[in-house]
Structure formats: structure tokens, C-alpha cells
């Protein structure tokens, strides 16, 4: 222990209500000692004292104790003063104070994540959204964690209302009452009330938006073999959904300003003009797709949907002849890797399926 002093401001009984310049130190025997002009010092126990982080932004330490006369307070107000002040604080004082700092570091942390959104924001429109939030991986992550599902519920709406404009969408009928009906099993206990729609196009292509909105195109509809291989799909898009990945990717992709006004309720701008596109193009990273295929997976064995429909589409796609990739391949790049790892997974399951009651043939006759 040293009786190194450090400066600060006492408040008390008998004190100007500004409190008055103190100086304090740490006594051999562990007590506070705090001296002021003209005074006798007064010396505090420290099992008697209070240690709180204090001041603007919680640079500060308030030491507080109850006296024979009342309350009082050693303010000690800039983050020099307090270090000298930890420095030579007896050991048993040493947690609580660092538990003080503790509470300081949070509170940084927040003012800076604060800041930097600010930053960012204000220099958005300056800068190459897209190039910068690349980099912040952390910025994603951040604003992905604290996006609420009402919000990204929102964020599907805006990207269907985008998809409509740009594709023919059917809401109703035959094979929109399939997915839904399939999708159900697939999405129990999710916090998202999931809707399902067919884009009517030719491509072999899916996706599902934030918020619990899948599109499957009219091109894959024809091309599955069963109800089952339809199911595989749908469990993966889900599990893209349910694990947030169209919704990182489209932060990645529009930039945080479009987060910003989606919060902040003014949606009208040209900012999500793009959305639906940006997301049928929207590839998601190797890891992305074998979370996704896990999760698929996972989900399709607790409905109890056979997965080797969701083998064989991918076995189907992985030996597709044409020029051009199919649309999921190019957006959800299925590597061989991913058909071993699916083919050993499903290899190792043992339990009996319910055949789906979808007639697919029929569906397929009726799709426009
Ligand atoms: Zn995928």
C-alpha cells in the first residue's frame, strides 16, 4: 500500500452542495483518508465503502460511505486520477474496483458500436456501401443479432413486393396449398408465420426472404420426381431462412442504410428497388449451404419426410446437362462435397418415413 494522493470532489453534511476539491489516498491500514483545505482529513474503513463507476461516460469512480454525520461522496472524476487511485487501492479493494471498470468497458463498448453505426451511416451515401460492408463482417453480425423478427418480417414484405414486379407470382391454388402444406411440417415452433409463393419462370430456382417468404419457381415445381424431392428444397430454403443467412446476406448486399430506414419505418425510398433481385442472385458462402443442408436435414428427419428426396434432387441437379448451371446451383453452389457429406448423413439414418400426401403429378399438370 502507498499513500500515493489522487484528486477529486467530496460531498457531505456540512459541504457546498458543488461538494469541495479533495484530495484522497489509501491509509497503511487499507482506509480511505480524505483531505480538504483547512480541514482536519477524515479517514473512512474500506469495508465501509461503496465503489460505483461514475461521471460522463463512467471514466469516474464514486466512493461513497455512510458517516457518523450522514452520506458522503469522494468523487474521483477523470480516468488519470482514478488509475492513481487504483494503483494504490488496498488489495481486498482491488475486485470491487475492477468490477466498477467492468461495468465501464460495457458501457464503451455500446458507445462505441453507437458511434460507429452513426459514423457509418452519416457516411454512407459517400462511400462504396457494398465494398465497406463487406469488410464488416462484425457490423453484419451486430445489426443481424439486433433485428427483430416483426422487422424482418417487413424486410420480406418489401422483397416480395419487389419480386412482384419484376417475376409473375401466383399467391393461391393447387401448388401453393402443397408448399404450404409441406412447409408447415418443416417450420414448427419458428418465430416467422411463414407464406409461400410460386414465381412463374422456368428456372431451376428457390429462395427464401427474411422474415418466412419462400418463392419456388414454376421451373423447379416441374422438375421434381416427388413430393419428397420438393421437400429437400424447401427444408433447405427454410433452413436459410430460420438461420438468418437471406437476411445477412441482404444487410451485406444493400448496406446498412437500408437497415436503418427499414427501422426507422421510411421504406419508400429506391433502396429495396433492387432487394428481390439482389437476392434470387444472392450466393451464400460454403458454410452458409452446409449449415443450411444440416439444418434441412435435421428439419425434414423431425417431420419425418424421407431426406432421400432430398439426396436425389441434389444428385438430380448435380447431373444437370445444360450450357448454363441451374439457377440453385449458381446461388446455392452445390460442390461434391456436399452430395458425399448428404449421401453419409442420410446413409446413417435408420428411422421409418410418412409419405407425403401431395399428388404431385397432378399439381404439376395444374401449375399455369
Ligand atoms: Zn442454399
Known amino acids: 500500500m502507498t499513500d500515493r494522493p489522487f484528486a477529486g470532489r467530496l460531498f457531505g453534511p456540512g459541504l457546498p452542495g458543488a461538494g469541495m476539491n479533495a484530495t484522497g489516498c489509501w491509509t497503511e491500514s487499507g482506509a480511505l483518508r480524505v483531505s480538504t483545505p483547512g480541514a482536519q482529513p477524515a479517514e473512512f474503513?474500506?469495508?465501509?465503502?461503496?465503489?460505483?463507476?461514475?461521471?460522463?461516460?463512467?471514466?469516474?469512480?464514486?466512493?461513497?460511505?455512510?458517516?457518523?454525520?450522514?452520506?458522503?461522496?469522494?468523487?474521483?472524476?477523470?480516468?488519470?486520477?482514478?488509475?492513481?487511485?487504483?494503483?494504490?487501492?488496498?488489495?481486498?479493494?482491488?475486485?470491487?474496483?475492477?468490477?466498477?471498470?467492468?461495468?465501464?468497458?460495457?458501457?464503451?463498448?455500446?458507445?462505441?458500436?453507437?458511434?460507429?453505426?452513426?459514423?457509418?451511416?452519416?457516411?454512407?451515401?459517400?462511400?462504396?456501401?457494398?465494398?465497406?460492408?463487406?469488410?464488416?463482417?462484425?457490423?453484419?453480425?451486430?445489426?443481424?443479432?439486433?433485428?427483430?423478427?416483426?422487422?424482418?418480417?417487413?424486410?420480406?414484405?418489401?422483397?416480395?413486393?419487389?419480386?412482384?414486379?419484376?417475376?409473375?407470382?401466383?399467391?393461391?391454388?393447387?401448388?401453393?396449398?402443397?408448399?404450404?402444406?409441406?412447409?408447415?411440417?418443416?417450420?414448427?415452433?419458428?418465430?416467422?408465420s411463414y407464406r409461400w409463393f410460386v414465381a412463374d419462370r422456368p428456372d431451376l430456382n428457390a429462395f427464401a426472404a427474411p422474415g418466412g417468404v419462400v418463392v419456388v419457381f414454376s421451373g423447379l415445381l416441374r422438375s421434381a420426381g416427388s413430393a419428397e424431392e420438393l421437400a429437400g428444397v424447401l427444408a433447405h430454403e427454410v433452413a436459410h431462412a430460420e438461420l438468418r443467412h437471406s437476411l445477412r446476406g441482404l444487410i451485406k448486399s444493400l448496406g446498412l442504410r437500408a437497415l436503418v430506414m427499414?427501422?426507422?419505418?421510411?421504406?419508400?425510398?429506391?433502396?429495396?428497388?433492387?432487394?428481390a433481385t439482389r437476392l434470387t442472385e444472392l450466393r451464400f458462402s460454403r458454410e452458409a449451404e452446409r449449415e443450411a443442408d444440416d439444418e434441412g436435414l435435421r428439419r425434414l428427419v423431425a417431420a419425418r419426410i424421407d431426406p432421400h428426396g432430398m439426396l436425389r434432387f441434389y444428385e438430380k441437379l448435380a447431373g444437370e446437362k445444360r450450357l448454363a448451371p441451374p439457377a440453385i446451383l449458381s446461388t446455392h453452389p452445390a460442390s461434391g462435397e456436399r452430395l458425399t457429406r448428404l449421401r453419409r448423413e442420410v446413409a446413417g439414418l435408420t428411422q421409418t418415413w410418412i409419405a407425403l400426401p401431395i399428388d404431385l403429378e397432378a399439381l404439376q399438370k395444374n401449375i399455369p
Open 262 to 275: 427499414l427501422v426507422i419505418g421510411d421504406a419508400s425510398g429506391g433502396v429495396f428497388a433492387d432487394a
Open 45 to 192: 474503513q474500506a469495508e465501509a465503502l461503496e465503489i460505483a463507476a461514475a461521471g460522463f461516460n463512467d471514466a469516474g469512480l464514486r466512493i461513497s460511505w455512510e458517516g457518523p454525520d450522514g452520506a458522503g461522496t469522494f468523487m474521483v472524476e477523470s480516468e488519470v486520477e482514478r488509475s492513481a487511485c487504483a494503483a494504490s487501492a488496498p488489495s481486498g479493494l482491488n475486485t470491487r474496483i475492477a468490477a466498477a471498470s467492468g461495468q465501464r468497458s460495457r458501457l464503451e463498448r455500446h458507445f462505441r458500436v453507437g458511434w460507429l453505426l452513426l459514423a457509418l451511416f452519416l457516411s454512407l451515401p459517400l462511400i462504396g456501401i457494398g465494398a465497406f460492408l463487406l469488410q464488416a463482417d462484425r457490423i453484419t453480425d451486430w445489426a443481424v443479432a439486433h433485428i427483430s423478427p416483426r422487422h424482418e418480417a417487413r424486410l420480406g414484405d418489401l422483397v416480395l413486393a419487389q419480386t412482384r414486379l419484376q417475376m409473375k407470382i401466383i399467391d393461391r391454388g393447387q401448388a401453393v396449398d402443397a408448399l404450404s402444406s409441406i412447409g408447415s411440417k418443416l417450420t414448427s415452433g419458428s418465430p416467422h
